[in-house]
């Protein structure tokens, strides 16, 4: 309990951060079980890989950013492949920002799950915003992991060639392998430029720094000359901190986040409407 005491007093709390919501922004993670989402979260938060599978039901992070001087927010939801509350999955999809759909290569029904997801996914989003799936924009990659065992694969490449690139909407497409760490780089890249995300939230271009270190995410404290100095190869302003003890929002806090977003346009019972149904 003291260590923990001790990491929350060096952590500043996300009221002291004073982050804008621009700023802010959910990064969700859909696909079947055992397809490999939490090795994929791991990679991202840590850069290792967890061999050892524990079935997830829902997984909340948290990453803060300090990147050319402007603070960001980064949270990632790593969902359950049972999905045995539909409503929370729905709620999932309307208050991400960003998705990765994951699909295992020797796993078809898999494949056709996250199908059905980027439809969801797209009906939801449409709903929300008032606009129609071909009008749609949504920050989404789908991945095919397990890229490095040689087997019988049950999904063929044009398979998957007609998913990405039909519409409604074309998605980029990753062969990856959470085991190796291939391809996971590019893909975050892919994802975050699609959301007009800066590059640097890719765990590949910016230094990582740890707890003891939270107060880099003030402004004041990025002339510190010995933090400077750590980065190098043009990481020297970009930092990213993995916040430890970070609690998912509860259900009101998501619905009133749904309606802030739901209401830069069309008609507040129509969007009411899309957020419970």
């Known amino acids: 309990m003291k260590l923990a005491a001790m990491i929350k007093k060096m952590c500043p ?10 700023n802010c922004y959910r990064m969700v993670i859909l696909g079947s079980s055992k397809v490999g989402k939490t090795a994929i979260v791991s990679r991202f938060l840590t850069g290792r890989f967890e061999d050892a599978y524990t079935p997830t ?3 909340f992070h948290r990453k803060f950013y300090s990147i050319r001087g402007e603070v960001y927010q980064l949270d990632i939801l790593d969902t359950s492949g049972n999905h045995p509350f539909p409503a929370m999955r729905r709620l999932s999809i309307l208050t991400g920002d960003v998705f990765i759909l994951v699909f295992s290569l020797d796993n078809r029904d898999s494949f056709e799950e996250v199908q059905r997801l980027k439809q969801q996914i797209l009906d939801t989003k449409s709903c929300l915003q008032n606009k129609t799936k071909e009008n749609m924009d949504v920050p ?3 991945c095919g992991n397990k890229g490095d065992r040689d087997f019988y694969r049950e999904v063929e490449q044009s398979e998957i ?3 990405v690139d039909n519409a409604p909407q074309r998605c ?3 062969e990856i392998s959470a085991k190796r760490n291939s391809s996971l780089d590019q893909m975050f890249r892919a994802l975050f430029a699609m959301a007009k995300l800066p590059s640097e939230m890719s765990p590949d271009l910016h230094r990582k720094v740890s707890v003891q270190y ?6 004041k404290t990025l002339r510190n000359k010995k933090l400077l100095r750590a980065g190098s190869g043009g990481q020297g302003d970009a930092f990213g901190i993995v916040a430890p003890f970070a609690r998912r929002p509860s259900v009101h806090s998501d619905l009133l986040y749904v309606r802030e977003k739901a209401s830069c346009g069309g008609q507040t019972k129509d969007k009411e409407r899309c957020v419970i149904s």
């Open 172 to 174: 980029p497409y990753f």
């Open 214 to 219: 939270c107060d880099v995410l003030h402004k």
């Open 57 to 59: 039901i829902e997984d």
């Open 13 to 22: 709390s996300d009221s002291e951060l004073t982050i804008p919501a621009k």
């Open 161 to 163: 060639e007609q998913l």
């Open 140 to 142: 989404l990659v789908i």
